[in-house]
């Protein structure tokens, strides 16, 4: 199988270079970018192609996640929460997944192994 390819969506950077550490420390995954808002992911999804998007739950509206699956189809988006109430809103909006922010780093990678192959 290819690396997962992950872009990191967090508007906050101590959060997001975290992630993109935990990433990287994985052989068979790949974190292709980062982006701060919805603007900078959109273009950068249209240049990367994801495999998976990681996004902070309270920057996944409708209609970023929407025009996202019309650019790259295919792509998961797994949303990492706070707050048990932001679960349901992710994933009406088109979240493939959810994980809360104060999950072990174990089940952030299964979660991502699993949306790559489509689980």
Do not use: F, Y
Request: charged share 30%; proline share 3%.
């Amino acid at each position: 199988m290819d690396r997962i390819k992950v872009l990191v969506v967090d508007d906050g950077a101590v959060a997001r270079h975290g992630l993109v550490s935990i990433l990287r420390s994985q052989s068979d995954i790949e974190a292709v970018g980062e982006a701060e808002d919805w603007a900078q992911a959109l273009c950068q999804a249209e240049i990367l192609r994801p495999t998976v998007m990681l996004v902070d739950a309270r920057l996944a509206d409708g209609e970023s996640i929407r025009l996202l699956k019309d650019l790259i189809p295919n792509v998961k988006v797994l949303c990492l929460t706070v707050h048990s109430r932001e679960i349901e809103p992710a994933l009406h909006a088109g979240a493939d997944a959810h994980l809360m922010k104060d999950s072990q780093r174990r089940e952030l990678l299964e979660e991502l192994r699993r949306l790559a192959l489509g689980e």
